[in-house]
């Protein structure tokens, strides 16, 4: 199957610094590109969907000036959590498709304030 | 609105199955998928199954689907202590992006 890789999978940083987290698509070109966030056994929460060469599309109550989205190209989707707070700390997954394919995720970056 | 529900735990001895039981309430979901997280990592896709079958089988994993009553069963036979995990349940909506959602996720443990 295809092969999604988050970068990095795991990262501690200070409270109010930001951190950026990579989900590249290697062997498809991903029109479509999801992020996730997942607490501690819970479920995963989609955060936002992002499509090559747009603006991502945000879930209600996930705020887009803290989770910067950017899908500058077909195989590369970054997101940056910006002045994070231990509150922030979480596993974040992505997930990327095109057209006619089912999601393929990422193996996760866990994200942990301090 | 979307929502996927599972039971949160089920416990198992070695060489039983298993059946991982979950409910959905979007009609329009064109695929239906398992997921298997174990500690740590990321999601692998175990199966999934198209919205207009009722049954899929897969080695040791047999998806059951009831559109009418929206329910979905994983069962895995001659469960092992490897598939002690976490497994998830998602549906992929049909509309705009083709967002997936996702259950509750049910933690599986096999028992030795």
């Known amino acids: 199957g295809a092969v999604v890789s988050q970068h990095p999978s795991w990262v501690i940083c200070k409270s109010g610094t930001s951190v950026k987290i990579e989900c590249r698509s290697l062997d498809f070109q991903a029109t479509t590109m999801f992020w996730y966030r997942q607490f501690p056994k819970q479920s995963l929460m989609l955060m936002a969907t992002s499509n090559e060469g747009s603006k991502a599309t945000y879930e209600q109550g996930v705020e887009k000036d803290k989770f910067l989205i950017n899908h500058a190209s077909l195989t590369l989707s970054t997101l940056t959590v910006t002045s994070a707070h231990p509150e922030d700390s979480s596993f974040y997954i992505c997930?990327?498709?095109?057209?006619?394919?089912?999601?393929?995720f990422g193996q996760g970056t866990r994200l942990t304030v301090v | 609105g979307e929502d996927v529900e599972q039971s949160l735990f089920l416990s198992v001895r070695e060489g039983d199955s298993s059946v991982i039981n979950c409910t959905y309430t979007d009609s329009s979901s064109t695929y239906l998928y398992w997921y298997k997280q174990e500690p740590g990592a990321g999601l692998q896709l175990l199966t999934y199954i198209f919205s207009n079958m009722d049954m899929k089988q897969d080695q040791r994993l047999t998806v059951l689907l009831n559109k009418k009553d929206k329910h979905l069963s994983l069962r895995i036979a001659d469960t092992q202590t490897g598939d002690s995990a976490i497994y998830f349940c998602?549906?992929?909506?049909?509309?705009?992006?083709?967002?997936?959602?996702f259950g509750t996720g049910t933690r599986l443990k096999v028992l030795a």
């Open positions: 998602a549906e992929s909506l049909t509309s705009g992006t083709y967002k997936y959602i």
């Open positions: 997930s990327a498709r095109f057209p006619g394919t089912e999601a393929f």
